[in-house]
């Protein structure tokens, strides 16, 4: 799939979760990008101790599913102007 599919998909996926939810669309926004975003820097350390042969749809994967959610987070509190659950 194509980057910016993959980017899209998921920004509408997370904005339509912290439309309908914005407490759960928060915290999962925050906790799988987080996630996401230490498991892509622990692969490119790992990569650069012992280079192996994984694809690069596995990187590109990685680098959408920590973006996606820091985006999509970041764009609801710019339109909100803050985080109404706090």
Known sequence: MNFAL??????????L???????AG??????LG???LAIWILSHVVEW???SRVSRKY????????LAPFLAL???IALRGGVGWL
Not at 6 to 15: E, F, N, R, S, T
Not at 17 to 23: F, H, P, Q
């Open 6 to 15: 993959l980017l899209i998909a998921q920004l509408i996926v997370y904005a």
């Open 17 to 23: 979760l912290m439309l309908y939810d914005e407490y």
């Open 26 to 31: 928060t915290l999962l926004a925050l906790i």
């Open 34 to 36: 987080s996630i996401c």
């Open 49 to 51: 101790v012992q280079p």
């Open 59 to 66: 990187y590109t994967y990685l680098i959408t599913a920590w």
């Open 74 to 76: 970041a764009a609801f």
